[in-house]
């Protein structure tokens, strides 16, 4: 007669914290990324994986150890998702189709229309400063920290292939003349930022109150404040030396994105040519801040501001300053 | 950009907002529009993912030395989490156990032969043998589901039921918990509840405590088997309770402390259990089996109808920064039938990436019940001075040893299959007898190999 009553320990769901590699199925890491680590720093559990070049990282907290793997398991298949989706490098995605139709019509799918839709608007918006079509520079552009710039024959002979409005959009089709060339490395990682964040949100259930913060490489999009009610602080970091922050920044809603040259730039006679290519006149914009920083209702609108910002060159601080939001420039 | 949450920085005031003439345009609440639109639009894409299923399916193979007991016990485990936190499982258990199990009566310089539980039949233990029964065997098939679900951010609840069926027991029970966090989740609070109405309806009736073991062969057999047996089933009831402080102490501790409380009341006998009465009659049977009309006198034993137990839990598991993990714990049992145990248990998983190996050794200390005796004497028989008695080895006193190890290996997406041997030793001790049954071993040890395959996917 064995004993066969068992009374079910209800407190044995929490295993010791520990730094701890999330699983991600094969199939949700089509890129063969290193799985998300977990870890816990003052009571915040901090998530890291790696995506579109940056180091990503998720903070979450007021939720125990597994609703925390959870979320962070999600929103690394959900970054990875978008990062696969809509790169350029990845072959057989919709951007490689568009790329290579050669003419042809392509169909796409609601959510490649939307932000085409929305690459549309930010094309009127800044009068042909946001184009996803300026991708092509990159051929006589070369941001190795040379002085290799390209002439002025160069860049007239790739204008010709500039220009949303060469481009036939008409939803859900999209129809590029030959050697032109999308690239939405422009917004997509603060498109994956405001994603994942509203993720995360969904997914919670009405009662959980877990408080995150998105920040993919310095662009970032919070829930709200902190579990301490207190707002989170960033720091961006200095153009010239990335491990040193020089501005404490307090985020309580929406997001920022910081654009600058502190990674890739050409550097001839003195003068810093900043990776910002202005779209019309195939120029780097050589006398734009080092970065600029903003803070908006959220990530995707503070990216296309700090480009656009950076774009105005020397006036681009009265640009940011007609759009009523918090900046901060570095000159 | 970085994060910095704690690291006092040189901090510099960003530009306030200045009016300025109109040289640019205001794009950015139509450009928050856009931004809106697009996300808000493509929210509706994100698939709902309403959880996923866990499974966990094992088999486990126990084995006694010297062909007692065997056990085979397949294990079905299901989890469902869901989107909003709650957690459902369940459990399915199999449990077919074959072999002899001692009938508690002590081995004799002379053969022995016994009744059948059931009353149909005999068996016959040779001279200087462990008496065992090899009527023993028994299956079983229980069901278990829990659902577990937060009712805020600092409280859960858990409900649970419970049920289990051999051919002579029904175990049906219900079980709710409530967890409080606390600091942040760093702390848990439990309680605990546990309801359980077992029926038990043995083989061949309930024996009456104490009365004699019917003499197989005899010509009044019949009515004294019929003697010997009170009603055909019988009940017991078990309530839980359950306290527990689960505390978070650093990034890589956490502990855990339980108390818990056991009530048992009502048929707390193992009916299949006798006693040996020695004789202590000085001369040539002195410490052999007691003769009643040249027949061995054996009693089927009796318990007290009520157990409490009290018993003080503490589990510590530490992480190290390698990725290992210690588990180390200590359980205290004690209870008014006299028995009070020490159990130390330690793992050490032992992180080898893809896999890992966990060690483990576990150490069981136990003194007697009051009423445990390995046997009656002649004289405790005749006066009828003794009310309860039980030579069940398992409330002797007891030294138990584990000594094991698993090994798991990841195959990557969540699936795991590991194996687990054990080595299982149990030693008892107690009285040893006079006369004659001093030569008798009273206190054979149990030797035992668990051996378990299991996958997790």
């Known amino acids: 007669m064995l004993n066969k009553y068992v009374l079910y320990a209800i ?33 915040c559990w901090v998530g890291q994986f790696q995506a579109m070049a940056s180091d990503c990282q998720v903070l979450l907290e007021g939720i125990n150890q597994q609703r925390a793997e959870e979320l962070l398991k999600l929103a690394a298949i959900e970054t990875w998702r978008i990062e696969h989706k809509f790169s350029r490098y990845k072959a057989g995605n919709i951007m490689h189709q568009i790329n290579h139709a050669y003419e042809k019509k392509v169909a796409v799918d609601n959510e490649t229309t939307a932000i ?84 995360l949100q969904k997914r919670m259930s009405q009662i959980e109150n877990c408080h995150i913060l998105v920040n993919f490489g310095g662009d970032l999009a919070c829930s709200g404040p902190r579990l301490n009610g207190e707002a989170w602080e960033v720091a961006v970091e200095s153009y010239q030396d990335q491990k040193k922050a020089i501005l404490k920044v307090k985020l309580s809603q929406g997001g920022i994105a910081t654009s600058g040259d502190s990674r890739r730039f050409l550097l001839k006679e003195g003068i810093r040519y900043s990776h910002i290519l202005n779209p019309k006149t195939g120029q780097s914009i050589t006398n734009a801040p080092h970065a600029v920083s903003i803070a908006a209702p959220n990530c995707m609108q503070a990216g296309i501001l700090s480009t656009m910002a950076m774009l105005q060159g020397s006036d681009a601080e009265d640009f940011l300053s007609a759009q009523e939001a918090d900046f901060w420039v570095q000159r | 950009m970085q994060l910095n949450t704690s690291n006092p920085i040189e901090t510099m005031t960003h530009n ?162 409530l967890k409080r966090y606390l600091n942040q989740k760093n702390t848990a609070l439990n309680f605990g509840l546990a309801l359980s109405a077992d029926t038990i309806e043995p083989v061949g009736g309930k024996p009456l405590g104490l009365s004699r073991m019917a003499i197989p062969g005899s010509g009044t057999f019949d009515a004294d088997f019929d003697a010997s047996r009170a009603d055909s089933s019988d009940n017991k009831s078990i309530i839980d309770a359950l306290f527990g402080v689960t505390q978070v102490i650093n990034a890589n501790t956490i502990m855990q402390f339980n108390y818990g409380l056991s009530l048992s009341n009502g048929y707390l006998n193992d009916p299949y259990k006798i006693l040996s009465v020695i004789d202590t009659t000085t001369g040539a049977n002195y410490g052999g089996n007691y003769q009643n009309a040249g027949n061995n006198v054996y009693l089927y034993e009796s318990r007290p109808d009520s157990r409490m137990k009290h018993t003080l839990y503490w589990q510590t598991k530490y992480a190290l920064d390698n990725g290992d993990v210690i588990d180390g714990s200590y359980r205290f049992m004690i209870d008014d039938w006299g028995i009070n145990s020490h159990t130390l248990d330690f793992r050490y998983r032992w992180d080898l990436g893809n896999s890992y190996l966990e060690p483990h050794l576990r150490y069981y200390m136990q003194s007697k ?17 003794i009310k309860e008695a039980s030579s069940d080895e398992r409330l002797s006193d007891m030294n138990a040893y584990t000594v094991g190890l698993k090994y798991g290996y990841k195959l990557s997406n969540d699936k795991e299959i590991n194996v687990r041997a054990e080595y299982y030793m149990q030693t008892h001790s107690g009285d040893t007898g006079f006369g004659k049954l001093t030569s008798q071993d009273l206190y054979p040890d149990i030797n035992a190999i668990i051996f378990q395959v299991g996958y997790s996917f």
Request: with cysteine; charged share 20%.
């Open chain 2, 369 to 385: 019940a009051d009423f445990y005796q390995r046997y009656l004497t002649s004289d405790e028989f005749t006066s009828g001075s």
């Open chain 1, 11 to 43: 407190g044995l769901t929490m295993s010791p914290y520990q730094t701890c590699l999330v699983e991600i199925p094969k199939l949700a890491n089509p890129s063969n990324h290193s799985p998300p680590i977990l870890s816990l720093k003052d009571q």
């Open chain 2, 16 to 177: 306030q907002i200045k009016k300025t003439p109109p040289k640019f345009k205001k794009i950015a609440p139509a450009l928050a529009a856009a931004s809106c639109s697009l996300l808000g639009i493509t929210e509706a894409i994100a698939q709902e993912n309403n959880g996923d299923w866990k499974f966990d399916v094992a088999n486990l193979i126990y084995a006694e030395s010297d062909s007692r007991v065997a056990a085979t016990e397949p294990v079905f485990n299901a989890t469902k989490t869901y989107v909003d936190g709650e957690i459902l499982n369940v459990k399915l258990v199999f449990d077919s156990l074959t072999g002899a199990s001692p009938n508690g009566a002590t081995p004799s310089d002379t053969a022995q032969t016994f009744t059948r539980p059931s009353g149909n039949g005999e068996y016959t233990v040779d001279q200087d043998e462990n008496p065992l029964d090899d009527t023993f065997r028994d299956s079983r098939g229980a069901l278990s589901g829990n659902w577990t679900a937060p009712i805020n951010r600092d409280w859960e609840y858990t409900l649970g039921a419970y049920g289990s069926k051999e051919f002579d027991y029904l175990s049906l029970g219900l079980n709710g918990g």
């Open chain 1, 116 to 199: 085409l839709n929305f690459v549309d608007q930010c094309y009127q918006l800044s009068d042909g400063l946001f184009d996803v079509t300026a991708g092509v520079l990159r051929k006589i552009w070369h941001f190795d920290g040379s002085d290799n710039i390209p002439s002025d024959q160069e860049i007239n002979n790739i204008l010709p292939l500039i220009g949303w409005n060469k481009v036939h959009w008409k939803a859900p089709y999209i129809q590029l003349p030959n050697d032109m060339e999308l690239d939405l490395g422009g917004i997509g990682k603060e498109y994956a930022v405001d994603k994942v964040c509203l993720l």
